[in-house]
């Protein structure tokens, strides 16, 4: 498992991720919180249009969905922690005042810049015009800064050329500098009970712990994924379906995941967590007559 | 280019100083395309540099915020009271194909306007602040409104440029209203004017056909219709649908000969009961195949006419065999099936007539007086006419008496075991359900430029949207949105975290060999 420290870990020193429920489920927003997940290897899955494309379905953007066990796991690391709700600051003349003052900032700011670089644009355009001739640099410096006075009177930064920012995250916390605190470790409990969520974590721990990369497997037939890397440079090697060991299984359910498993050039492995706390693993291997 | 991410101030709440908003402008809007994947690690520098750079242009692009012109964004309010979001000034391109409109203003569903945020084409406000994309998904997004999984569909299908509507099974036009080929409506004004239409050429007949019969009220004559409609689907439908059930067929046959084979060898046991006490141990006796002549009464060689009788020893019991004539027999074979000419058959038709004589007939000499022969013609009557005795004059008769003409197809399915079936059949007898409904209407990317959402048309398909989680649709449940859907197809949307697959029901009709 990497663990390489980066610059956001000044900010958040306690490394708690901040998750926040959408429709009851866990959905994590900012990015350090993205970054945090992945070094605990904890891949999600993206769900939102990707900012700088939003009409297509290849690369998708933030938010990121967590599955149950990536939850779970978070929770028992202490790693965990709830983002402020939608209603928390919301309303407070306070805010408002707030923001039409940074609106009003950002506005003049860009106007400077967008002066400046029409200046400079108009600079360029002169001189490269003139390029060459010794007599003539005095009168295009002239003109020059006969145009860039004009400028200076008469440009006009219209507020409908402002850039404004769609803030995927909530950015509350900011508006309240000393409410900025770091976020308590304490997600509560919401996994089910039932003997099967309970066998895929104990898989989806033992895994992880082994240093695996786990994705969700619905399409193959299975539970998890199993990557022996970053998921972005690897291929999966395994498809893992999780019982218990008390379960019984279909011979033709076995055949069926199999046959699915040589079609996508996956190893099919059967898990089921022991009593004694570890996990048992069946990988299924096609072979012929012989 | 230059990217929103890491600001050093205000790196928490990932927001953009004003300087990047303005070099914003001119970001790039392409995709770096994924290289290669390796397949197993090793623990090479190279490897590592390619995870690097592959996480830090993941990274790259997770953090890159929206940034937006203001006088390109639509700005709109969310009213949660009515769940709805309301704009506030003009609606864009967008308008074609989302929104509607009421009381003098424009409003958007709360998914759509949440797509339209994703996009950056719409900034919606909540009490004078404008809502994150966080915001827009737990504020618009739960049960009362769509789920996040619906929600997932619906971008995911709108992203590709299908235009995506809430379905409403109430707005669905009944089979009748369809049969009329009448505009959407749903207001009682729209009920009546039926009658004043012209109505389409098969209601005509129908109506006609039922009136002869009696006189109907109107809502009779509708549910009726509605009932014929299915009868008509289910007479059409046979003719299609008449399943072949030879497989079955020959099983019955072949064990039914079984039977029969096994009821005769137990009589002719019983019959030869006798025989056995004298047999000699035949049954397990070993013959010696080589020194038994076997007579090759097709050699061309000259053989003698008649055949000696065989040995006693070889026949079982009292049985005693004189001696064969074998000369018909020898005529008999190698023959060349020889052609007549008409004129030759007809002469051939009438001395064989000439030669028939009734007395001749064996079974004619046994009647020992005129009633006798009186039965016999009868009986010889009968079979000719197809009905032997036997199988008539019981309680169990055939089930099809071959004296009535019947088509192939009609006589296949009188003796069908399997009787085919239509989705629908039964459908209109059940009840919703509260997990399985269709949530959208789906309509093609091209029909966009003439898209009207006051007109719509028939939609491309209907979502049903569930998950790998939750249980495969049963046939109640696939008969149920068929039924809601029409003559739509439903498509189910299985969300699996971050991916959909899309599955759908096709209807199939088994081939049938046969011409009705």
């Known amino acids: 498992m990497e663990d390489s420290p980066s610059m956001d870990d000044h900010q958040d020193s306690s490394l708690v991720v901040g998750v926040g429920l959408c429709d009851s489920a866990p959905l994590l927003w900012r990015l350090q919180d993205l970054k945090t997940a992945r070094r605990l290897g904890l891949v999600g899955a993206l769900l939102g249009s990707l900012p700088r494309t939003p009409r297509q379905n290849q690369r998708l953007g933030r938010p990121l969905l967590l599955l149950p066990e990536e939850e779970q796991l978070l929770r028992d690391e202490e790693a965990a922690g709830a983002l402020p709700g939608p209603n928390q600051d919301v309303g407070g003349a306070e805010l408002r005042r707030q923001f039409e003052e940074d609106q009003q900032r950002s506005f003049e700011e860009q106007s400077v810049l967008a002066l400046e670089d029409r200046k400079s644009a108009l600079r360029r355009a002169m001189t490269s015009s003139h390029t060459g001739s010794e007599s003539g640099a005095e009168a295009v410096d002239e003109a020059l800064c006969g145009r860039l006075e004009a400028l200076d009177h008469s440009f006009s930064f219209p507020q409908s050329a402002m850039a404004v920012q769609l803030s995927t995250a909530r950015a509350g916390l900011s508006y309240c500098p000393e409410a900025r605190a770091h976020l308590q470790a304490s997600w509560p409990i919401r996994e089910q009970n039932n003997p099967r969520s309970d066998a895929r974590y104990q898989v989806f721990r033992d895994l992880r712990g082994r240093g695996f990369y786990l994705t969700s497997a619905g399409k193959f037939g299975g539970d998890f994924l199993v990557y022996p890397g970053d998921p972005l440079r690897f291929h999966a090697h395994f498809i893992a379906v999780c019982l218990t060991l008390d379960e019984s299984i279909c011979l033709l359910d076995v055949l069926a995941v199999a046959r699915l498993g040589s079609n996508v050039k996956k190893t099919v492995l059967l898990c089921s967590p022991v009593p004694d706390g570890g996990v048992c693993y069946t990988s299924l291997q096609w072979s012929g007559m012989v | 280019q230059i990217t929103c991410n890491l600001p050093h101030k205000d790196c928490a709440s990932n927001n953009c100083v004003p300087s990047e908003l303005f070099a914003a402008r001119s970001r790039s809007h392409k995709i770096p395309v994924r290289g290669q994947k390796d397949f197993f690690p090793n623990d090479s520098d190279e490897q590592r540099q390619r995870l690097e750079q592959s996480l830090n242009e993941h990274w790259s692009l997770t953090s890159e915020e929206r940034v937006e012109r203001l006088g390109n964004l639509v700005k709109a309010v969310w009213i949660p009271s009515d769940q709805i ?19 003098g203003k424009q409003y958007l569903l709360p998914e759509e306007a949440l797509y339209l945020m994703e996009c950056g084409n719409v900034q919606v406000f909540y009490r004078d602040l404008p809502l994150s994309i966080q915001d827009g998904y737990e504020r618009f997004l739960s049960s009362a409104t ?39 409506s749903r207001d009682r004004a729209g009920r009546q004017l039926k009658r004043k239409r012209s109505p389409s050429p098969t209601y005509t007949k129908r109506l006609n056909s039922f009136c002869f019969f009696c006189s109907y009220t109107e809502a009779q004559v509708e549910s009726t219709i509605e009932k014929m409609e299915e009868d008509k689907c289910s007479l059409e439908g046979d003719d299609a649908k008449k399943l072949a059930a030879s497989p079955d067929i020959q099983t019955a046959t072949t064990s039914g000969a079984d039977e029969g084979r096994s009821w005769w060898m137990t009589d002719d046991l019983g019959a030869s009961d006798k025989e056995l006490h004298h047999s000699p141990t035949s049954g397990s006796s070993r013959w010696d195949f080589s020194s038994i002549p076997f007579p090759d009464v097709g050699s061309s060689e000259r053989h003698p006419s008649c055949l000696a009788p065989p040995e006693p020893s070889l026949l079982p019991g009292d049985l005693t065999v004189g001696v064969c004539d074998i000369a018909s027999w020898r005529r008999k074979i190698n023959l060349r099936m020889v052609k ?45 006419k197809g009905r032997p005795a036997h199988l008539w004059n019981r309680e169990v008769t055939p089930l099809h008496d071959p004296k009535q003409p019947i088509s192939t197809g009609e006589l296949l399915d009188k003796i069908s075991v399997i009787k085919s079936t239509h989705l629908l059949e039964g459908a209109s007898r059940l009840k919703g359900s509260e997990q399985w409904r269709i ?25 049903c949207v569930c998950s790998f989680d939750g249980p495969v649709p049963d046939l ?15 498509v189910f949307a299985v969300v699996d975290h971050g991916d959909i697959s899309f599955y759908t029901f096709k209807d199939f009709q088994l081939p049938t060999d046969v011409f009705p």
């Open chain 2, 85 to 103: 979001v309301e704009l506030q000034s003009p609606a864009g391109k967008f308008w074609q194909t989302m929104g509607f409109s009421a009381n």
């Open chain 2, 146 to 184: 769509v789920t996040l999984q619906q929600y997932q569909v619906f971008g995911h299908l709108k992203r590709l440029g299908y235009v995506v509507h809430r379905f409403d099974p109430s707005s669905e036009p009944s089979s009748y209203a369809r049969q009329l080929n009448l505009p959407q």
């Open chain 2, 340 to 384: 007549m000419s008409s004129k030759e058959q007809k002469r051939e038709k009438d001395t064989r007539r000439r030669r028939w004589d009734v007395n001749k007939d064996r079974e004619v000499r046994r009647c020992r007086n005129w009633a006798e022969y009186h039965e016999l013609l009868a009986r010889r009557q009968r079979k000719r």
């Open chain 2, 439 to 463: 949530c959208f209407n789906v309509y093609q990317p091209d029909t966009v430029a003439d898209f009207k959402k006051s007109n719509p048309g028939k939609p491309y398909s209907r979502m």
């Open chain 2, 476 to 490: 109640r449940a696939i008969k149920l949105l068929a039924f809601q859907s029409g003559d739509i197809p439903v």
